[in-house]
């Protein structure tokens, strides 16, 4: 076996894959002398580098539990104007989760909350920050299933290891006060530690009802909303525009065919009969007046 094919198997076996599939065209630059050694080392140490970065940073998109892949800059702010854009876009440099921080976003169905939490967790998770998404029922579902199997303490170490807890759809199913307790002790855990972000379409205000319990609510917000950036966002529905749009493109035809179903006739049987009344009644009166003159 020649000294090549033993440095590609060494390459395959160390995983330096994409040194693999370049040392050849490297050592052609370099026999041309269009390139030095030292130079070539560099480049292909930096494109493995730069792979294993890449394939990093997917494993980490993959692993979060994202529902689909969005970013900020697919999120249409121009449709949703009472959100700070500029404050929106400066999650991308991740201090928050530096300072520990929480991100809620409050607001009714469709608005784009969940975009929002999903687009800022995917930048996260693309710096190699660990991650993780999910629906709240299905968090509290989890935490009460490993509950009455005697794991919960296991079940809570597990959502507590992420630098970045998404919670989605807080309060759109009832919770009842097992599912608070325990999600109560999962944010408590979090809370200075690591940062959490929440959607919700229940203002503050109904908290207690969501949770029924005023104490256990008022616990839980104390929590997520002390070190925390808040938006409420009061816009329309992303889901209902494209509806109301072609809900009014396909409506013009509809009141075309109407509005002529109605007006002709009407036309027909009132206004040309009157007409033609009218000026045979002129007609006549005319022909009258000239007859007495003679």
């Known amino acids: 076996m020649s000294n090549y094919n033993k440095l590609l198997n060494n390459l395959e076996k160390l995983q330096l894959l994409k040194t693999k599939e370049n040392i050849n065209d490297y050592l052609n630059l370099i026999n041309d002398k269009k390139i030095d050694v030292v130079q070539a080392l560099y480049e292909l140490t930096t494109d493995e580098i730069n792979m294993k970065e890449e394939k990093a940073m997917q494993g980490c998109v993959k692993v979060a539990n994202f529902p689909y892949i969005k970013t900020l800059d697919d999120y249409d702010f121009s449709f949703q104007p009472s959100i700070n854009k500029d404050k929106i876009i400066e999650f991308k440099n991740l201090r928050f989760l530096e300072n520990k921080e929480n991100i809620l976003f409050i607001g009714s169905p469709g608005v784009g909350k969940t975009h929002l939490a999903t687009a800022i967790g995917i930048e996260a998770a693309r710096n190699r920050q660990i991650t993780y998404f999910i629906n709240c029922n299905d968090l509290i579902n989890n935490l009460k299933k490993a509950h009455s199997e005697n794991r919960l303490e296991d079940r809570l170490k ?34 200075e530690k690591k940062s959490i972000i929440v959607t919700s379409n229940i203002p503050f205000g109904k908290w207690s009802e969501l949770f029924g319990d005023p104490i256990l609510a008022n616990a839980i917000l104390d929590r997520l909303l002390h070190h925390c950036h808040v938006f409420n966002i009061t816009g329309k529905s992303y889901r209902t525009k494209d509806l109301i749009e072609l809900s009014d493109d396909t409506n013009r035809p509809f009141l075309t065919y109407y509005a002529n179903l109605i007006i002709f006739p009407f036309l027909y049987i009132v206004i040309f009969p009157f007409l033609y009344i009218l000026v045979l009644t002129f007609t006549n009166k005319e022909h009258i007046r000239i007859c007495i003159q003679k």
């Open 158 to 191: 597990f959502y507590n290891k992420y630098k970045i807890l998404i919670i989605d759809e807080m309060g759109f199913l009832p919770i009842d006060k097992d599912g608070a307790n325990m999600l109560f002790q999962l944010i408590n855990r979090r809370y």
